[in-house]
């Protein structure tokens, strides 16, 4: 099918990465979770998990710390690739302690539990999945925690703008004209997380989107009155 129109919001917003672990599917919102500013609440005197190692990892980690009695950083490296002062506030805290070249293989628990620990392995030369599946040994051990918080980053949902003329940056995510919500092709905009990402929070999302309704608005006005002058 078909559509016309003459101006278009782009708002597919981007998808958090996960790990595809066993048990990951059964407990994503049970425990598990890819944003502590929305569920960091629910796990006021818990022991928690971060898996990550750049700036939104650190950025989870210390957020946490404002309700959980612990939080380890799972990391499959042994080297941040955090910001130097993100990694060093996160090093400083007392409440966070780090389990280096380690990563998740399991996640335990119920819906009706929640998380109740994760398995992880480990190897001292980093990777140990992948070192797994080469046939290497690697350790295992159980940690018994209440809540895990993924913290690998996010891929914008714009597969479907490969072949247009709209620009994507390196990453994937649609460029907008600065302080604007357009796009690189004249009467489409973009709002929310597509075209965000640093912030992606409801709040700037939501924001955006009144910013790109008012964009295609006074885009469909100019062009109104530009067929006026030409007629």
């Not at 981007?14 to 598990?32: F, I, K, Q």
């Not at 959980?68 to 941040?80: F, I, M, P």
């Not at 302080?179 to 929310?192: D, L, P, Y």
């Amino acid at each position: 099918e078909t559509l016309r129109t003459r101006s278009v919001v782009l708002a597919t917003g981007a998808s958090a990465r996960t790990l595809g672990v066993p048990g990951e599917d059964e407990l994503m919102g049970y425990g598990l979770s890819t944003c502590a500013t929305c569920d960091g609440a629910f796990h006021r005197g818990h022991d928690v998990v971060v898996v990550g190692g750049g700036d939104a990892a650190m950025e989870e980690a210390l957020f946490l710390t404002k309700f959980a009695d612990s939080v380890t950083v799972l990391h499959r490296r042994e080297e941040l690739r955090a910001s130097e002062i993100l990694a060093r506030r996160a090093a400083d805290s007392d409440d966070i302690t780090f389990r280096w070249n380690a990563e998740i293989d399991e996640i335990h628990g119920s819906r009706d539990e929640g998380v109740t620990g994760v398995t992880i392995v480990t190897h001292p030369d980093g990777y140990p999945t992948r070192r797994r599946r080469n046939g290497e040994s690697v350790d295992s051990a159980r940690l018994d925690v209440q809540g895990v918080f993924y913290g690998i980053g996010h891929d914008p949902n714009t597969g479907f703008l490969e072949d247009t003329p709209i620009e994507l940056d390196e990453s994937g995510y649609v460029r907008t004209e600065p302080g604007t919500t357009a796009t690189t092709v004249a009467g489409v905009f973009a709002a929310g997380d597509v075209a965000d990402s640093r912030y992606q929070q409801a709040i700037t999302a939501a924001g955006t989107g009144a910013m790109a309704a008012l964009d295609a608005e006074r885009s469909l006005d100019d062009r109104a009155r530009e067929r006026e002058l030409l007629a």
